[in-house]
């Protein structure tokens, strides 16, 4: 096993994933500036936690960056585990000013605060968040919009110089089945959807700043529904400002950032056929759709039968939940089970391939349930060929296959996950929820940990244990699993991987 393990290890290009993790340390200094600046301007004196924080990101990034690898090229697992390492490191450090300032004491909260934002989560230990400094409740949401397109894809808009080979990085970050490129050229696909992504956060503000929002809430509280992440700066989220006209510029927008951003890029350059050809648009609008015209009819009585307010709270919910943001603008804990599950099921379900939502994705979904009505055709018409399409194209066999893989996963690494979180012995509901809601990338559950509640009362070990769920949801499996399949003795996960990828690009 030892020898297996550092022969695996040496196979690995880690000078290439030193000059990863170092232009991620030092992208992350560079942003870990903004915060600064708004400390100076609220003259609130954190500045010097930052500064710390940004000087050593800035020379162990020069450092990394330095050191030339022997091959320029670099392989699926390489760029898997880059990934892997870059979010962790992007974790570690984004948690660290919480901890030098003072504002968060215990480094393992700290840590699963920075997870939980740059993941694009919402899930905090947080009891009080009004009693934060602006510093701090900036840099939270900022992570939200940092992690929401991904880091690493926003380094890649920056190179000067990419190759096919970046496309590793960007598979593996990016959320979805299958990640290609928009244009040609790898650069050029970052910096359109990195285009896309600002001017839909700059639209929000304004939309935002016109309903008389300050400017610091509007900025906060769109960097959480541009990344889908939900981190708020009000103890009862968006309910706070019980202002309808913010309840649905919020609702648009999150359901916006939970399309695949593929989509906008086809209505930038009027090719309007595939975007109303697509299925996973279709079925993510209608699931939208659907879901609110039931929460309402379910949630009437509740609100003495205003229709108006339930539309609005159950779009609100709806919204969130299945865009994985998971912003609240009221205690749907109290609406009736049937709403309540609903809200469970988009959960687990998520927001559209290709966009800053969490969860199993819309499209997995469509083409597991294609592949079930096939295997019956197939059962009651032996003779019958046929196979499965999306959007008029027929899915390649073994994509099918690794969507089933995915699926089969997730299922087990979230019964791995409950099994270790219930040695906190908190209640049956609170316990299932928090792990769906960490590995969904969605925030609040249910119990103790809802949308009035927060995950404070876990232990450290299940704070670390959410940590991981979280990371292995944004990353979705695949690049953790990697990551670890040395140590794990999974002698041919990597080595099919990169044929599989080498084929694609």
């Known amino acids: 096993m030892i ?28 942003l870990m500036f903004l915060p600064v600046l708004v400390d100076l301007i609220y003259q609130e004196g954190l500045y010097d936690s930052y500064l710390i924080v940004i000087a050593i990101c800035l020379v162990l990034g020069y450092v990394l960056t330095r050191k030339r690898a022997r091959m320029n090229s670099y392989f699926a697992k390489d760029g898997m585990i880059a990934v892997g390492l870059a979010w962790i490191v992007l974790s570690f450090f984004g948690g660290l000013p919480f901890y030098l300032s003072g504002e968060i004491p215990s480094f393992v909260d700290c840590f699963f605060e920075a ?66 490129k928009l244009v040609p050229r790898m650069r050029q696909s970052a910096m359109i959807l990195y285009a896309m992504y600002m001017g839909l956060t700059v639209i929000m503000v304004i939309l935002l ?78 699931i939208i759709l659907f879901s609110i015209t039931c929460i309402t009819l379910n949630v009437l009585s509740i609100y003495n039968f205003d229709v108006l307010k339930s539309i609005r709270l159950a779009s609100f919910q709806v919204g ?114 928090a792990v769906i809601t960490c590995i969904g990338n969605v925030g609040p559950g249910y119990g103790l940990c809802g949308p009035m509640g927060n995950f404070s009362m876990f232990s450290n070990f299940s704070k670390i244990v959410l940590s991981i769920a979280m990371l292995i949801g944004r990353l979705e499996i695949y690049p953790i699993l990697i990551f670890l399949s040395p140590i794990l003795g999974i002698r041919n996960v990597s080595k099919s991987f990169h044929k599989r990828n080498k084929r694609r690009a």
């Open 320 to 433: 969130s939940i299945i865009t994985t943001t998971g912003y609240s603008s009221c205690d749907y804990t109290i609406w009736p089970q049937f709403s309540k599950m609903i809200l469970f099921l988009l959960t687990i379900l998520g927001a559209s391939a290709g966009s800053t939502g969490g969860g199993v994705k819309v499209s997995r979904m469509l083409i597991i349930v294609k592949k079930i009505k096939l295997d019956i055709q197939k059962l009651l018409h032996p003779q019958k060929v046929e196979a499965i399409t999306m959007d008029g194209k027929v899915v390649d066999t073994e994509v099918v296959n690794q969507i089933l893989a995915f699926f089969c996963s997730f299922i087990i690494i979230v019964g791995i996950i409950i099994f270790l979180v219930s040695l906190n012995n908190l209640d049956f509901e609170t316990t299932i929820t």
């Open 3 to 30: 020898y297996y393990l550092k022969h695996n290890l040496h196979k690995v290009n880690w000078a290439m994933i030193g000059n990863v993790l170092g232009m991620v340390l030092i992208a992350q200094g560079c």
């Open 209 to 286: 700043l016109i309903g008389k929002m300050p400017l610091f809430d509007a900025l906060c509280n769109t960097f959480g529904t541009a990344g889908t992440g939900g981190f708020a700066i009000k103890n009862t989220s968006i309910g706070a400002y019980n202002n309808a006209y913010y309840e649905v510029i919020i609702t648009v927008f999150m359901i916006l950032f939970g399309v695949n951003f593929n989509m906008y890029y086809f209505l930038l350059i009027r090719d309007f056929k595939q975007v109303f050809r697509n299925e996973e648009l279709r079925a993510y609008l209608g």
């Open 115 to 180: 997870v939980s934002g740059f993941t694009t989560t919402g899930s905090s230990i947080l009891e009080e968040v009004e009693s934060l400094k602006h510093a701090t409740l900036f840099w939270r949401s900022f992570t939200h919009w940092i992690g929401g397109m991904g880091i690493l894809v926003f380094i890649l808009a920056l190179m000067p110089k990419s190759n096919d080979r970046d496309m590793h990085i960007m598979r593996a970050e990016a959320p979805g089945p299958t990640i290609g």
